[in-house]
T-cell receptor
Framework: NAGVTQTPKFQVLKTGQSMTLQCAQDMNHNSMYWYRQDPGMGLRLIYYSASEGTTDKGEVPNGYNVSRLNKREFSLRLESAAPSQTSVYFC?????????????FGDGTRLSIL | AQSVTQPDIHITVSEGASLELRCNYSYGATPYLFWYVQSPGQGLQLLLKYFSGDTLVQGIKGFEAEFKRSQSSFNLRKPSVHWSDAAEYFCAVGASGYSTLTFGKGTMLLVSP
């Protein structure tokens, strides 16, 4: 039972490079989320997809794009990476697109931008 | 919009002692409340949730939380802390009609021998 799988687990980029973070869930959940976690800041929502075919901005969307490829997969793209995007990125999923349900998290991608 | 405050950034508790982590929320209607735990290098794991009904909620690993509407609080408790409970704890709030959650900034729990 994999749950939410994120790849890669670690990545180092140079400023200006592009990168796509991958996320897949096998729980048949409708909603998927991307967060970033920075020291002392908790988790901040970047983008989410309440259901297949929809995406919406969260609290900190600037510099990111997302694609809900199908019900299982939700990717996060950095088109031109900046040092301020050094962070730990978490993908999560939940069942109900119309109400708050427990979110299930992946183990994160640790991204450093030099 | 809803918000969550976890007043304590760090808490140190002796092994075997009781624990209470504070969480205050701001939301006009009945909130949906969650506590998560994060061990180093891991993702977040759900400890417990409150949607409605009994205001004292039991979770995994011996944790419980009490919803107090009058105080806008949802504090997490454990009667006897184990060294393996050392981790970061996050409180989160959700609103009816929306799938998103708002997380607090977390409380780091240190357990001393």
């Amino acid at each position: 039972n994999a749950g939410v799988t994120q790849t890669p687990k670690f990545q180092v980029l140079k400023t200006g490079q592009s990168m796509t973070l991958q996320c897949a869930q096998d729980m048949n959940h409708n909603s998927m989320y991307w967060y970033r976690q920075d020291p002392g800041m908790g988790l901040r929502l970047i983008y989410y997809s309440a259901s297949e075919g929809t995406t919406d901005k969260g609290e900190v969307p600037n510099g990111y794009n997302v694609s809900r490829l199908n019900k299982r997969e939700f990717s996060l793209r950095l088109e031109s990476a900046a040092p301020s995007q050094t962070s730990v990125y978490f993908c999560a999923s939940s069942q109900n697109p119309t109400g708050p349900q427990p979110q299930h998290f992946g183990d994160g991608t640790r991204l450093s931008i030099l | 919009a809803q918000s969550v405050t976890q007043p304590d950034i760090h808490i140190t508790v002796s092994e075997g002692a009781s624990l209470e982590l504070r969480c205050n929320y701001s939301y006009g209607a009945t909130p949906y409340l969650f506590w998560y735990v994060q061990s180093p290098g891991q993702g977040l794991q759900l400890l417990l949730k409150y949607f409605s009904g009994d205001t004292l909620v039991q979770g995994i690993k011996g944790f419980e939380a009490e919803f107090k509407r009058s105080q806008s609080s949802f504090n997490l408790r454990k009667p006897s802390v184990h060294w393996s409970d050392a981790a970061e704890y996050f409180c989160a709030v959700g609103a009816s009609g929306y799938s998103t959650l708002t997380f607090g900034k977390g409380t780091m729990l240190l357990v001393s021998p």
